[in-house]
């Protein structure tokens, strides 16, 4: 089992920035991929950034390519989340997830079998 708990959520003016963490307990060996995603009231939950533990590679939504940069410290077992020029469409609560088992589509959140309770991003105009 491997638990996350998201931090660093909170309310912000547009262009702003904020750092999201998830820190990962429990039997973190096998977390292949490690992504956050976002749900708004009445959304779907969508993929935001994504990365793969051991290759590094990362994977991001065109919505917030250029303003938002996922990492991972592996001696942590920490995600992180920077996110940078806010938008109010970037309000949403935001979860971290792990996937213990090949990852095709890093984005995809049928891809996670752990997820976090949630950490709320508010960006206001």
């Known amino acids: 089992q491997v638990q996350l708990v998201e931090s660093g959520g909170g309310s912000v003016q547009a262009g702003r920035s904020l750092r999201l963490s998830c820190a990962a307990s429990g039997y973190t060996d096998n977390n292949y991929c490690m992504g956050w995603f976002r749900q708004a009231p009445g959304e779907e939950r969508e993929g935001v950034a994504a990365?793969?533990?051991?290759?590094?590679?990362?994977y991001y939504a065109d919505s917030v390519k250029g303003r938002f940069i996922i990492s991972q410290d592996n001696a942590k077992n920490t995600l992180y989340l920077q996110m940078n020029s806010l938008k109010p469409e970037d309000t949403a609560m935001y979860y971290c997830?792990?996937?213990?088992?090949?990852?095709?589509?890093?984005?995809?959140?049928?891809?996670?079998?752990?997820w976090g309770q949630g950490t709320q991003v508010t960006v206001s105009s």
């Open positions: 990365i793969y533990t051991f290759g590094r590679s990362t």
């Open positions: 997830a792990a996937s213990s088992g090949h990852t095709a589509a890093p984005l995809r959140s049928f891809e996670y079998n752990y």
